[in-house]
């Protein structure tokens, strides 16, 4: 029996567990350079470690970033559903909750909320582990485009 397209894409994303990713579709992925912990069907997670080049003038984790990083995972995690269709973001709703320094390590964890044909909406959670702080949560919107 050949796997779905949601397993064939999650074994591909299963043999980057515990690497960067430095090869993903996403330049912009790239750049943030996380490593991968956790894949399955409608969710990741994964580690970053926060840059001087991702911080603000008060020397911590950019909000932009952040909602880089939220909307960047989210939209990697449609890819594990294994839909044929393309999606893009509509929306991003973002709350700020804490700080990150340059040094840090934090994980971001997406889930999927609702799933409907033409819109899927998930969920983005960031923390700081070392601080037991959620620092983000955001929901994004995407569009079924075909």
């Not at 430095?22 to 912990?37: D, E, H, I, R, Y």
């Not at 973002?94 to 934090?106: H, L, N, P, V």
């Amino acid at each position: 029996m050949e796997a779905s397209l949601s397993e064939q894409r999650l074994n591909f994303l299963r043999q980057s567990i515990g690497k960067v990713i430095t090869a993903s579709p996403s330049n912009f992925m790239n750049w943030l350079a996380p490593v991968l912990v956790k894949a399955e069907h409608g969710i990741l997670v994964c580690q970053y470690t926060v840059r001087k080049e991702m911080t603000n003038p008060y020397q911590i984790l950019h909000g932009g970033v952040t909602a880089g990083i939220i909307d960047d995972l989210i939209g990697a995690t449609v890819f594990t559903m294994g839909l044929n269709d393309r999606f893009t973001t509509v929306n991003n709703y973002i709350d700020y909750f804490a700080t990150a320094s340059e040094g840090d390590e934090i994980i971001a964890e997406t889930a999927i909320v609702k799933r409907g044909r033409t819109i899927l909406n998930l969920q983005c959670e960031v923390f700081l582990p070392s601080k037991k702080r959620l620092i983000a949560k955001g929901y994004s919107n995407m569009l079924n485009i075909g």
